[in-house]
């Protein structure tokens, strides 16, 4: 199959975030993609201001059900579209990201890891599902969720063979660096996305906004990884798509040939994850 992942600036303007991923998704379409992985906050944009995001500033609520995901749903058509942006449900905000094809949602994440003032802006998911897809077992993360090896893998002992990972991961703001590819995030990011395919045996496949967001300044590099933690295809600082063609079942079975990270866990000599404390 045909994996893709976008590095792209999507702002504020949510009617003009559908006019271009319009576009967009009928090259994708055309080319043959199965699986397109867009950045977080694609309809809407990021906040502003990881620190103290200002409560006049944030990015648009959509409802999960509204008329802009199934524009999106509509668009993708036979392909498999994940996109980020800000949910509305009950009254809360979420971080989330839907994968949908022509036929609706098939899955859907709530941010869980909440960076800096993060939570000031948005509430926390509390689950890590995959799903079934026209691709195959998916899950997805989003941009912090990432960090944690624990989340990766919840997804992969749930079945997922493909991790999309949807971002929108901005460079450093305490530590800035002239070029953006010596910057300590950016360094992390890449880290992050090899070490999670390769800890899990799946396939990755890394998106990210590009562009700046208020103080933020994003980091772009999405990528595809295989199962053993090489990056297949991978886009630089700049928006571009990062394209490659995969057997996926048979680069993942291939990894776990001989070593089965999953099966081969030593989980009685390990600490509850569920105990208190860090020590």
């Given amino acids: 199959m045909r994996l893709a992942a976008l590095a792209g600036h999507f702002g504020r303007d949510v009617e003009r975030a559908l006019l271009k991923l319009e576009a967009l998704l009928a090259k994708a379409r055309a080319d043959g993609i199965d699986l397109l992985v867009l950045p977080d906050a694609c309809l809407g944009g990021y906040i502003s201001d990881l620190r103290s995001p200002d409560p006049e500033e944030l990015p648009p609520a959509l409802d999960a059900d509204g008329p802009e995901l199934k524009a999106i749903a509509r668009m993708a058509g036979p392909m498999t579209v994940c996109i980020g942006y800000t949910e509305m449900a009950d009254g809360i905000r979420y971080n989330t990201a839907a994968c949908v094809t022509g036929d609706g949602i098939l899955g859907s994440h709530r941010k869980v890891h909440q960076p ?9 998911g509390n689950t890590f599902t995959a799903f079934d897809a026209p691709v195959g077992r998916m899950g997805m993360l989003i941009d912090y969720d990432k960090t944690f090896p624990e989340a990766a893998r919840t997804l992969a002992l749930d079945g997922a063979r493909i991790i999309a990972a949807l971002s929108a ?19 992390l990011f890449d880290l992050y996305d090899s070490a999670r395919a390769a800890e899990n045996q799946v396939v ?8 700046i967001q208020g103080g ?15 990056v297949l295809a991978r886009t630089g600082v700049k928006g571009g798509l990062a394209v490659v063609d995969l057997d996926v079942d048979y680069e993942v079975d291939r990894a776990r040939k001989v070593l089965r990270h999953l099966k081969e866990r030593r989980i009685d000599t390990y600490r509850s ?6 020590s």
């Fill in 273 to 278: 994850l569920l105990e208190k404390g860090t």
């Fill in 169 to 187: 991961w901005p460079a450093s703001i305490t530590d800035r660096a002239e070029r953006l590819a010596q910057d300590r995030q950016s360094r």
């Fill in 204 to 211: 990755l496949v890394s998106s990210n906004q590009t562009g």
């Fill in 116 to 124: 800096a003032g993060e939570s000031l802006a948005y509430a926390a």
């Fill in 216 to 230: 933020l300044r994003f980091l772009g590099q999405a990528k595809v990884v295989g199962p053993g933690g090489d």
